[in-house]
């Protein structure tokens, strides 16, 4: 999971314009001045992330604490906002002269001042009433899921659903609808007629891929995923792989891993760890190396010096956590340290066999890379409907298991673990779902591509060498930012072609069928 670095980037002031002509001085200046404005509000969002951080890392887990951090959060908030949509960023904005700025100017430009155009849409009132109902719909959500009843959340969803669309309608730019707006916040440039095509190939593509595995009789022994593992030595196993994968930042223990930026020189990740179970610790582990790689790598200072959209996020730390990380030739780099570290004898492809697995799940989280496709593309669905007034809040549940019987031939036995599973519609982050298999797709293209760029792909990683991997990476999409409208361009300018989901399907098609002999 990526936390959110804000809306704005951060900046530093310029060094003085010399030779230019008046009016390219006077607009250079404009925007300098904005650039430099832009900052000091970047600087407070960086300060509300350390916040954030401190909350889930160090931070006393109390009812007492989290009151006061809450009011503090709040404070911090309302500063940011007002900063945000201060009428003296609006004067800087007009006063800047389109014409005079060019390439990383111009798009750094057009990017705060669609930012600006936004935060300013929604009303104070509405921002605090959407903060109010996010709260108090998270408190509802994790009650209703302790006590598995979707009718205790139902109220407080209906409201999430509500402000959530509101807040979108006031802020809609030329986008087709409500949920492309939504989408949009999450997966710029990317409509939804356009995620539903490679959705819909995806979903016509595996069920019968995992119809096949499943009814193999090859299937992996997944034994040596589970013994003892002491949580000393799996965390000191694993920040040894994620500094060898090239990831220079702190790392910690938290609930819920997390990546937090609050610049590129400093990246913090978080993972969690199982006693019992070692595979899920070191995955989130390079999960959200990867999503830490890819802020590292960011090429500046400014607004435009951000992560693309989510889904080129989940694509960096897909790449890692799977391209690399369940790859043969990474176990057989890990393989003898893996032994060492755990005092275990399984062989490279005994372990590699058993980290594939694959089996049906009702939980997304605990879903392996061949069936979680699906748990992805019945939230899309589900959310879209609602939003788009197809369907109720108060028919999700019923949705829901229907989808999960259709989908993945699982009956879900209770809400919690069903339609309460996931936190994100609580916290109004709708069109969020999308950006998993997005990056998904996108990963298994840019795996695609860096093997026939790079020509040794597997040999790199079986010496270890994540470096040349890492700078294969950086060039193709880390250095470029927010530059790109879209993914698609970004794809379209690095790669030579849009996103397409033809690369992930044939990823998943030849891995499955050689491990399970298919």
């Known amino acids: ?30 925007y300098e001045s904005l650039v430099d404005e832009v900052s000091t509000t970047r ?152 995620v539903g095509e490679i959705f819909d190939e995806v979903e016509a593509a595996l069920p019968p891929l995992i119809e096949r595995v499943l009814a193999s009789q090859n299937a992996p022994d997944p034994r040596p995923l589970s013994g003892d593992f002491p949580l000393a030595a799996q965390e000191e196993f694993n920040k040894e792989i994620v500094a060898a994968l090239g990831f220079k930042g702190r790392s910690d223990v938290s609930v819920h891993p997390f990546t937090t930026s609050f610049s590129p020189a400093d990246v913090r990740i978080t993972t969690r760890f199982d006693e019992k179970e070692w595979y899920q610790g070191l995955a989130g582990s390079v ?91 019945l939230r899309t669905r589900i959310e879209r409907d609602v939003v788009n007034g197809k369907v ?12 999960m019987k259709e989908m993945l031939d699982v009956e879900v036995p209770e809400d919690s673990k069903g339609c309460l599973q996931d936190v994100h519609w609580s916290g109004l982050a709708i069109g969020y779902f999308p950006t998993y298999l997005l990056g998904a797709v996108a990963a298994a293209q840019l795996e695609h591509h860096a093997r026939v760029e790079l020509g040794n792909f597997d040999e790199l990683i079986e010496r270890g060498e994540f470096d040349k991997i890492q700078a294969w990476l950086r060039d193709k999409v880390h250095r470029h930012g927010s530059e790109p409208s879209s993914i698609d361009e970004l794809f379209k300018e690095q790669l030579g072609e849009e996103l397409k989901s033809s690369y992930f399907i044939k990823y998943l098609t030849d891995k499955y069928s050689r491990i399970y002999g298919l």
């Not at 936390?3 to 390219?24: D, H, I, N």
């Open 1 to 30: 999971m990526l936390t959110a670095r804000g809306l704005f980037g951060f900046a530093v002031k310029s060094p003085p314009l010399q030779g230019r002509g008046q009016v390219r001085a006077l607009s250079a200046s404009s």
């Open 43 to 194: 600087r407070l969002e960086q300060i509300s992330a350390l916040v954030h951080w401190d909350s889930m890392v160090t931070m006393p887990q109390t009812d007492n604490h989290h009151a006061a951090r809450g009011l503090q959060s709040q404070a911090l908030a309302g500063v940011i906002h007002e900063r945000s949509t201060s009428p003296e960023i609006g004067k800087l904005i007009a006063a800047v002269d389109e014409t005079t700025l060019k390439g990383k100017e111009l798009a750094n430009f057009r990017l705060m001042s669609k930012t600006y155009k936004e935060s300013c849409a929604i009303p104070a009132e509405l921002e605090k009433k959407k903060a109010q109902v996010s709260n108090d719909a998270y408190v509802s959500w994790t009650k209703a899921r302790e006590a598995s009843d979707f009718n205790m959340f139902s109220p407080l969803l209906n409201e999430a659903f509500s402000v959530a669309g509101e807040v979108a309608a006031l802020r809609m730019d030329g986008e087709a609808s409500v949920y492309d707006k939504m989408l949009d916040d999450f997966e710029r440039g990317l409509p939804s007629a356009r």
């Open 287 to 377: 999960h959200e190396a990867g999503h830490g790689i890819y802020e590292s790598n960011l090429d500046g200072d400014l607004t435009v010096d951000s992560p693309l959209s989510m889904g080129t996020h989940e694509s960096q730390s897909l790449f890692w956590e799977r391209h690399v990380g369940m790859s043969r030739a990474f176990v057989k780099f890990m393989g003898p340290r893996w032994r060492k570290a755990f005092g275990r004898e399984e062989s490279d492809e005994e372990i590699y066999r058993a980290i594939n697995t694959v089996k049906r799940s009702l939980i997304r989280v605990e879903a392996d890379e061949l069936t979680y496709p699906l748990h992805v593309i």
């Open 392 to 403: 109720a809040v108060e028919d999700i549940p019923r949705l829901w298991n229907e989808g």
